[in-house]
C-alpha cells in the first residue's frame, strides 16, 4: 500500500521570505501523480500544484514550485514570497497513475503560520 | 460551475440520533469520494464510487456507516447510530478519471 508522510507537523515563516515543506512517499509503482493541498481556517481543499511521475520537469504556480525527487521519493513544496494568506494547513497527497477511480492517499499535514 | 456542494455545512446531532449527510458532485465528473478528517487519524478515504458503483468501502469504520450513490449527481453518507467518536469534518470530493480532484466545503458533525 502506497503511504505519504510529512515530517513537519508545524511550520513558520516571516512574510515575503521562502519556506520548504517536506514531503516523502512509498510506492511500488512508477507512474502516478502527487499533489499539494491548502487547507485555510475556512477548511476548504484547495489544489496548490501537481506533479505527474513521469515528468521529470518540477511543477510551477506562480509563488509555488515543487521539488520532486523521484529516486528518492521526495516531493517538496516551495513557497516564495510568503504572504499571510499562504498560512493553513498544506497535505501532500497521492494516487495512481490509472484510469478510473483511484483514491487520494494523504499525508499528515504540515500547519505553516506567517509571522509578519 | 458551483463546484462540489455538500449540505449541511454544519451538524449538531444527539448520541443515538441518524444522521444523513449529502453530496453533489461537479457535473460531468464520474468518481466520488467521501473523506473523514479528525485531529488525530488526518484525512481518511472512507469509500469511493465510479460511475456511481463502490469500489471501495474498507475505510467504512463500521456498520453503522451506509454510503449510497444513486445518481450520477447526488450521494448520501448516513450514520444509524451516531456515537461520540463520530464527531469529525465529512469531506466529499469528485474527479473525473485521470483529472484533478475537487472538494466540498466539507460537514462539521458534532455528536454529542
Known amino acids: 500500500a502506497q503511504t505519504v508522510t510529512q515530517s513537519q507537523p508545524e511550520m513558520s515563516v516571516q512574510e515575503a521570505e521562502t519556506v520548504t515543506l517536506s514531503c516523502t512517499y512509498d510506492?511500488?509503482?512508477?507512474?502516478?501523480?502527487l499533489f499539494w493541498y491548502k487547507q485555510p481556517p475556512s477548511r476548504q481543499m484547495i489544489l496548490v500544484i501537481r506533479?505527474?511521475?513521469?515528468?521529470?520537469q518540477n511543477a510551477t504556480e506562480n509563488r509555488f514550485s515543487v521539488n520532486f525527487q523521484k529516486a528518492a521519493k521526495s516531493f517538496s513544496l516551495k513557497i516564495s514570497d510568503s504572504q499571510l494568506g499562504d498560512a493553513a494547513m498544506y497535505f501532500c497527497?497521492?494516487?495512481?497513475?490509472?484510469?478510473?477511480?483511484?483514491?487520494?492517499?494523504f499525508g499528515q499535514g504540515t500547519r505553516l503560520t506567517i509571522n509578519p | 460551475d458551483a463546484g462540489v456542494i455538500q449540505s449541511p455545512r454544519h451538524e449538531v446531532t444527539e448520541m443515538g440520533q441518524e444522521v444523513t449527510l449529502r453530496c453533489k458532485p461537479i457535473?460531468?465528473?464520474?468518481?466520488l469520494f467521501w473523506y473523514r478528517q479528525t485531529m488525530m487519524r488526518g484525512l481518511e478515504l472512507l469509500i469511493y464510487?465510479?460511475?456511481?458503483?463502490?469500489?471501495?468501502d474498507s475505510g467504512m469504520p463500521e456498520d453503522r456507516f451506509s454510503a449510497k450513490m444513486p445518481n450520477a449527481s447526488f450521494s448520501t453518507l448516513k450514520i444509524q447510530p451516531s456515537e461520540p467518536r463520530d464527531s469529525a469534518v465529512y469531506f466529499c470530493?469528485?474527479?473525473?478519471?485521470?483529472?484533478?480532484?475537487?472538494f466540498g466545503s466539507g460537514t462539521r458533525l458534532t455528536v454529542v
Open positions: 457535473s460531468g465528473h464520474n468518481s
Open positions: 464510487f465510479n460511475n456511481n458503483v463502490p469500489i471501495d
Open positions: 470530493a469528485s474527479s473525473l478519471s485521470l483529472g484533478g480532484y475537487t
Open positions: 506533479q505527474e511521475a513521469y515528468k521529470q
Open positions: 497527497a497521492y494516487r495512481r497513475a490509472i484510469q478510473g477511480a483511484q483514491k487520494l492517499v
Open positions: 510506492t511500488s509503482e512508477s507512474d502516478y501523480y
